[in-house]
Structures are given as C-alpha cells and as structure tokens.
C-alpha cells in the first residue's frame, strides 16, 4: 500500500522564508492572495487581476451563500476572504504552514469575515475530515504541490458531498522527455517553489474521471495570466542585483535566492511553451443541492 505523500517541510519552509517576497511585490498586505492573477480587457492593474481570479473561480464553482467550501492550500487567506465578503459562502482553509495558519486568522479578523471563516493546519491529502463535509473542494497553485495529485483528487472527492464540486487553478506541462534539457528547465523552475513535478494537462484530466468525477472540463486561460508571468520575469533583473547583494550582507536566504531565480524560470519556460495555465472543475455525482440539501 502506498500513502499519500508531499513534501511538507520544504513547502512550508518555502512560503515561511519568501512570504516577504509575495509582501514587496504581489499586494500580500491588502489583497493576501498568492496566485498569478487574471487579466481580461480592461484590467488595468495586479489588484484587480487578483480580484478576478477568485471571482472566475467562484463562478465556475458557481458558489452560493449555503455552501460550505474548502479552500486546500489556503496561503494566507485571501481566497478564503474573498469568497466570504462577496458570497456570503462559509469557507474552511487548510494550509501546511502554522505561520500562515495565524495570518489567515488575523487577515480575517481584519476583513471582517472569521465569524464565517475558520483555518488549521491540515495536509489535504488526509485531511481528517468525515466524508460528505464539504460542497466544493477549492485548490488555486495547491494541487500541484502532491507528489502523485491523484491522491489530493481521492481525497478531495471522499469529503466533498454528493453534487458537490471541485475548482482547481495550477500549472500543468506539456508532455516532456525525462532528462532532456526542456525537462530540466521545468526542473530548475519547480525545485526553486518545492514542487516535486507539474502534472501534463491531459493527465489530470484523466486522473479526474478515473477519481469519480463527471463532467470534468478544462479551460487553458494562460493568455489570462500573461501579464503576471511577464511581469515576474520584468522583476528579475533588478531582483536579482538586490538579491545576490542581500545574500552576501546575510539579508536574504538561498531559499529567496532561488525564488528570485523562478520569475526567469517560468517565462523561459513559457517561451519554450512547456507549460501552460488550466481551470479545471468537475462534480461528485449525486443527488443533493449545495449545503447537502437532498433534491426532491
């Protein structure tokens, strides 16, 4: 028998050591959110992109206020907040790290929303949760972190109620050659953000069915993030000037060092097309409405 397996102390040491990062660069003070964005006609600036990948993601949910939501993966709760302020939806967030277990408290508190949200340290790969606890399972840059992700799709579909649904937001590969230099150029990208390896697109979309989970579909919205991966890339340069000279004055970690170095990975990476960004959704089957209502 095989169990679930991630690499807990390095994510955590990851997000630990370059959530300062994340502070000076992405609006982690007001908007807490750590994902890459989504930018349409008329988004003009990050904190709107941000906005908008929670409501895409909402929507595609198709989240109501009696729903219950966990949030697998929850950074420092900003897509937990955000669901909360603009749903009215309970939200439960689990992430790896203790750290950002009290930033999403007190970001919640501020926001105005812990009476409808609650946060733990949890692995979601065995959450400890009953079965049927949850109407939608929500995962942005989270499941990519499971070693084999049909282990976060069991588990995700084990708590998730009857009818109830699934979002997930990440990175996924094209096919590539084990050794070739494509290869080791994905390598290099996920080793500085203590991935083991992203899942090909097609992949996780059989992984899905295989788990149970009908009407699974697939939507590549890179274009929609372009903005962020350019961005992050526009940020190297003087980021890593700052950076070597921070390192040598004991300011910086090798760990920030290396996630300096991922803004040039992922868009070289991007160039070579070896990747691309997807929003997948699926439902359990069931009979029941959202909040576990049976239908009549």
């Known amino acids: 028998m ?6 807990e102390n390095e994510i955590v040491a990851y997000y630990d050591n370059c959530e300062v990062d994340f502070r000076i ?3 982690l003070k007001t908007h807490h959110s750590m994902h890459y964005g989504y930018w349409e006609k008329g988004t003009r600036r990050l904190r709107q992109a941000l906005n908008l990948m929670n409501r895409k993601l909402a929507e595609l949910a198709k989240i109501s206020p009696v729903d219950k939501v966990l949030d697998a993966g929850c950074g420092v709760g900003g897509a937990a907040i ?8 309970r939200v439960h967030g689990i992430t790896l790290s203790e750290k950002q277990v009290h930033s999403c408290r007190r970001n919640a508190r501020f926001q105005g929303v812990d009476n409808l949200t609650e946060f733990d340290r949890r692995n979601y790969l065995c959450t400890g949760f ?6 939608v399972v929500w995962a942005i840059n989270s499941a990519c972190y499971a070693s084999e992700k049909m282990d976060f799709l069991r588990e995700a579909y084990r708590i998730l109620r009857p009818g109830g649904r699934l979002v997930v937001a990440d990175f996924f590969s094209v096919p ?4 070739s230099p494509e290869a080791r150029l994905m390598d290099k990208w996920t080793n500085t953000w203590a991935i083991k390896s992203y899942e ?8 899905m ?3 149970g989970f009908r009407d699974a579909t697939v939507k590549d919205v890179t274009e929609q993030v372009l903005p962020s991966i350019k961005r992050l890339y526009y940020y190297f340069f003087p980021g890593i000037v700052i950076t070597a000279i921070s390192q040598l004055l004991g300011k910086r970690s090798p760990l920030q060092t290396a996630n300096t170095w991922s803004t040039y990975y992922q868009y070289k990476a991007w ?7 997807n929003f997948f959704s699926g439902e359990k089957p069931g009979g029941y409405q959202a909040g576990g209502v049976p239908n009549n």
Do not use: M
Request: aromatic content about 18%; glycine content about 6%; overall charge positive.
């Open 130 to 135: 009953p079965d049927h606890s949850f109407d």
């Open 200 to 207: 090909v697109t097609e992949v996780f979309h059989q992984k």
């Open 209 to 211: 069915r295989e788990a």
């Open 271 to 277: 160039k070579k097309g070896l990747w691309q960004y």
């Open 82 to 89: 955000y669901l909360a302020k603009n749903f009215g939806c």
């Open 176 to 179: 590539l050659k084990k050794g």
């Open 2 to 7: 095989t169990f679930p397996s991630i690499n």
């Open 25 to 27: 660069v992405w609006h």
